[in-house]
């Protein structure tokens, strides 16, 4: 499809207030509509969130909370600490809150990072792994398996007393894919004996078997296992900023000394996470409708062609055979729709989100044109 100059401009704006172009001059603020949200018309698949958060209760715990917005919310930190404590069957003192689960991962990176090298697995979300890098960690990549699954073995392998940490995404970012349960448990058991073993487990209320796939049962047997969790992927609520890591006193000690975690925390945000723990209806409903998107779009892949990883989280890892993931983001921001391009080596790989299920059918109807496009 050609654009119109008028249409290019009109892109241009909604990506500027996306923060997506650094190099077009931004409008005027006055001139600009200020939208929480994506923009109207954006099928918003990039990232991974979950379109039908917050709860019912969230919102309601956000508004009733707000008109307390002058107090600090230690209390209601104490509060949501003890919830996770007790339906973990362990202690507070194994709790740590903190802003997303990026923070708690990125202050325990850091922590590692200054005792010795940290291991990791290749393809993952490792953000905070290169925030400890900028700050002297090093960080040992193991490569993963052909099929793009995470090499355990390897990892066991290389794991002894001098590292100091060994990082693991379960189910991973971007492939989707999840470990045996089984098999990891007992690794991280022997690996646990050498060294710190975090597993972050933002997606693991999406799978299909949440409590067979943590490993949280291993902190309450006492082993040197940390386990990190978010609200914002099946909570549905990534915008307030709300994570947890489940530790050996320890480490949650760590967590709180060497960083700012709890004091970063929002009323409006421990508030909803409150409301939104325990809601059963809302996780149930949420994983249905994920799970709705994700049969939608496989089919459609499969449909034109394409095939992709096994998913266990609310997103789909694409395997655009010829074609390059850059190519085909831009392809599908000319419809108004966002993907991720490529990530690093991967040029050939494309990741789609689970939005609603009105955008998730324009990434569908998208792909024959776009894949067109592609190939002239
Ligand atoms: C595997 C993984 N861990 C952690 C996060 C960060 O989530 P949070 O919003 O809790 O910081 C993400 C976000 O995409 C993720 O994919």
Redesign the pocket.
């Known amino acids: 499809m050609i654009l119109s100059r008028r249409q290019i401009i009109k892109n241009t704006v909604q990506l500027t207030g996306l923060g997506i172009s650094s190099n077009i001059i931004p409008m005027p603020l006055l001139a600009q509509t200020l939208d929480y949200g994506p923009k109207e018309g954006l099928a918003r698949l990039h990232?991974?969130e979950n379109y039908y958060g917050p709860s019912e209760r969230a919102i309601e715990a956000i508004n009733t909370s707000s008109f307390k917005g002058a107090y600090y919310p230690d209390h209601l930190v104490d509060y949501l600490k003890s919830m996770i404590a007790e339906y973990n069957r362990i202690d507070t003192s194994n709790v740590a809150i903190s802003?997303?689960?990026?923070?708690a991962?990125t202050i325990l990176s850091q922590v590692s990072g200054r005792k010795g090298p940290i291991l990791s697995t290749g393809l993952?979300?490792d953000?905070h792994l290169q925030l400890a890098k900028n700050s002297g960690a090093r960080i040992i990549k193991v490569k993963d398996n052909k099929d793009l699954s995470i090499d355990l073995e390897s990892i066991e392998s290389l794991t002894r007393n001098t590292i100091s940490a060994v990082f693991i995404?379960n189910p991973?970012?971007p492939s989707g894919m999840m470990l045996d349960p089984d098999v990891l448990r007992e690794t991280v058991k022997r690996m646990a004996q050498k060294t710190l073993v975090v597993i972050?487990e933002?997606?693991n209320e999406i799978t299909t078997d949440p409590e067979r796939n943590t490993m949280i049962d291993l902190v309450r047997d006492g082993h040197n296992v940390a386990i990190?969790r978010?609200?914002?992927?099946i909570y549905g609520l990534?915008g307030q900023?709300?994570?947890y890591m489940i530790g050996q006193p320890d480490v949650v000690n760590q967590i709180k000394i060497n960083g700012t975690g709890e004091a970063s925390l929002s009323m409006a945000g421990v508030s909803a996470a409150i409301a939104s723990y325990n809601d059963k209806n809302f996780i149930n409903f949420s994983r249905s409708k994920i799970n709705e998107a994700k049969d939608m779009v496989q089919s459609g892949l499969t449909f034109n062609g394409l095939s992709y990883l096994p998913s266990e989280t609310n997103f789909i890892f694409v395997d655009l055979g010829q074609f390059d993931a850059n190519d085909f983001r831009d392809e599908m921001l000319k419809q108004n729709i966002l993907v991720r391009g490529k990530y690093g080596e991967f040029h050939n790989w494309s990741r789609v989100s689970m939005g609603n299920l009105s955008d998730v059918q324009r990434y569908i109807d998208a792909l024959p044109m776009v894949l067109n496009n592609l190939s002239v």
């Open positions: 990232w991974n802003a997303g689960s990026t923070q991962l993952t979300y953000i995404v991973n970012n972050d933002a997606y990190s978010t609200f914002s992927k990534a900023r709300v994570g």
